[in-house]
């Protein structure tokens, strides 16, 4: 282990398109569920638009169902995940009423991101401008579009007083945030933080923009098998929506209080391609010196990892320049698994919740299957677990998520 | 023309929508800010929403002088 402050994590929670909760996503994961539908009976846009792709991967339950009325009118869906995501995580973690937590509120801070924002407010919003004037736009509008909203609202639901930060950088976005907490954590700016991502932009304008850029999958007639990273028939990511939140904290704070210790965040990192705005760099350098710089920063060699949770989101350029960064930063040994394939891509949130799979595959001991794997592409030379889920004994294993932008973000947990 | 108590109870309808309170607490000594704990932005959604129920007009300068449900019962009353 390297000298620098442990952090561990203590709580996790997230609503997602398998499930409201993190023992519920888990569980469809195991059980090899797809989150993945047709969406047209619910957004009429789809049809309206005739847009070719009429497929995504909402939410299992619906944040009304689990908010209060009036909370929920006041917070846009991507504000309402967070919300739901980070409460579930506090109370896993024990940390008392807010309030009066064991955490003083200025050693308390917040890193939560979103990709893209309060777009569907932002639109609302604008038709009822455009149709009706300015005196039904809501006094609402613009805490409930800014990208910080998510981690404002959670900074105030719990108190947190030392700092509440929003990064942004696409896909990469729940990654990058724990990287940041990290950081936090590790100069002693704080003793806990909530970490995480959140993302609700299933839209017009959203669906219509990735259908542009040629990046979303077209498989309507077949909605479940939509989303194959890795299999040779993949075409394009399925757009979703969610929230993952952990609880993470300085080893010695939590030992203090008699936490219960799910993991260890062992080692983060980040790095740009600096390359083209979407497109990742064909070689994987970045993505390679992301993953290399995270194990080292976990003070762990390549050989120590058995396992990464991939970011692959089913893109064809994507996924098989992935395995190549994989192999390049860690060598042929590790195990791959892509989440993306059953929960589909929810951008910003997607690093923060498929982190937190990646540390339930270390505590449980199991790696959930990719789905929809029925042809390997021939330019993945590494083990892709697919089928069913393997049982595997891990002490490390890497989480890494990619950004449009070029953003690269890994992360690295251990077991405790 | 609403007479007063159909204005308090239309008002009291509209804070509930707004504010989840619940409308026995909406009462005429109530002040928005210190009793119901009404922010500046729900207050907007609350002066919106009143205009079009009795057919008012609520200007921002007015809007702020409505401490109480008692004064924006009184307001409503005299300019419906």
Known sequence: MNSQVEVVVTGTGATTPLGGD??????????????????????????????????????????????????????????????????????????????????????????????????????????????????????????????????????????????????VSACATGAE????????????????????????????????????????????????RASRPFDVDRDGFVLAEGAGVMVLERADFAAARGATVLGRLAGTALTADAYHITGPEPEGEGQARAIAKSV???????????????????????????????????????????????????????????????????????????????????????DVVAGEPRKMDLAAAVCDSFGFGGHNAAVTFTRV | MADNTEILSGLAEIVEEVAGIDPPEVTVEKSFVDDLDIDSLSMVEIAVQAEDKFGVKIPDDQLAELKTVGDAVDYIAKNQ
Do not use: Y
């Not at chain 1, 519920?24 to 195991?30: D, F, G, M, N, R």
């Not at chain 1, 700016?189 to 839209?203: K, M, P, R």
């Open chain 1, 177 to 224: 945030a724990l990287h940041w907490a990290m950081k936090l954590l590790r100069a002693g700016e704080v003793d806990v933080v909530l970490a995480g991502g959140a993302e609700a932009c299933i839209a017009g304008i959203t669906v219509a923009g990735f259908v542009q850029a040629r990046t979303l999958s077209r498989r309507n007639d077949d909605p479940e």
């Open chain 1, 296 to 382: 080292r920063d976990a003070g762990l060699e390549p050989a120590d990892v058995g396992h990464v949770n991939c970011h692959a989101t089913s893109t064809v350029a994507g996924d098989v320049g992935e395995t190549r960064a994989v192999r390049k930063a860690l060598g042929d040994h590790p195990v791959l698994t892509a989440p993306k394939s059953a929960l589909g891509h929810m951008v910003g949130a997607a690093g923060a919740v498929e982190s937190i799979v990646t540390l339930l595959s270390i505590k449980e001991g199991i790696i959930p299957a990719t789905l929809n794997l029925e042809k390997l592409d021939p330019g993945v030379t590494l």
């Open chain 1, 22 to 167: 993190v023992a519920s996503t888990w569980e469809a994961l195991l059980a090899g569920r797809s989150g993945v539908r047709r969406i047209e009976a619910d957004h009429p846009w789809v049809d309206e638009f005739d847009l070719p792709v009429k497929i995504a991967a909402p939410l299992a339950v619906d944040p009304l169902e689990v908010m209060p009325r009036v909370e929920a009118r006041r917070l846009d869906r991507a504000e309402q995940v967070a919300m739901i995501a980070a409460r579930e995580a506090w109370a896993q973690a024990g940390l008392g009423e807010p309030g009066d937590a064991q955490v003083d509120p200025e050693r308390l801070g917040v890193v939560i991101g979103t990709g893209i924002g309060g777009v569907t407010t932002l639109l609302t919003q604008d038709d009822l401008l455009e149709r009706t004037g300015l005196r039904k736009v809501s006094p609402l509008t613009v805490p409930m579009l800014m990208p910080n909203g998510p981690a404002a609202w959670v900074g105030i639901e719990f108190g947190a007083r030392a700092g509440v930060h929003s990064p």
